[in-house]
């Protein structure tokens, strides 16, 4: 049987500030019933990945988001295996957007990472995967290196409740 799919929705938002996120996730949290995994980071890239069976339909999304005085664009729509790994990434030097795109980018390009949240302010990058990965740390430390950049810290983080990440 082909392993369970999850629909994640992916969508922009402005850059926001850390406490301005946390509070766009919260109430997605709150108004959106199915709801696995929610991560808006600081390239204003949002996802929202629901529980099997479940969508979010961007009308949804929109409306939450614009109860807290945000919009969203470029709503899309994927089909993801089950997420089971969440492995979080210290990255220091991303002082502009331009640097964290570039991490975020070099991240994205690893095999098994199914999506990257980058934090700039914290200085981390937490990277979603459908399973854990032994070869992970080697392939990100050499993909940010490709970049100009080196990880300081690489944890897999306790991973498979519902609403972690």
């Known amino acids: 049987a082909a392993p369970p799919k999850v629909s994640a929705r ?25 709801i696995d995994r929610v ?9 929202v990945v629901m529980r099997e069976g479940a969508d ?9 988001l614009s109860k807290r005085g945000s919009t969203a664009a470029d709503f899309e729509l994927r089909r993801w295996p089950r997420l089971d ?36 302010e914290a200085g981390t990058a937490t990277l979603w995967l459908k399973e854990p990965c032994d070869a992970l740390e080697g392939n990100v430390r050499a993909a940010l290196a490709s970049a100009g950049f080196a990880p300081s810290r690489f944890e897999l983080r306790a991973d498979g409740a519902p609403g972690s990440g």
């Open 56 to 64: 979010a339909a961007p009308e949804a999304l929109s409306a939450s």
């Open 39 to 47: 991560a808006i980071d600081s390239l204003g890239r949002g996802t």
């Open 85 to 120: 790994a969440t492995y979080e990434v210290s990255v220091a030097g991303m002082s502009c957007s331009s640097e964290t795109r570039k991490v975020a980018d070099a991240l994205a390009g690893v095999a098994k990472v199914i999506a990257v949240h980058v934090d700039r």
């Open 10 to 34: 992916l969508f922009r938002v402005g850059e926001l500030a850390p406490r301005e996120r946390a509070s766009l996730e919260q109430g997605l949290r709150a108004d959106l019933d199915g």
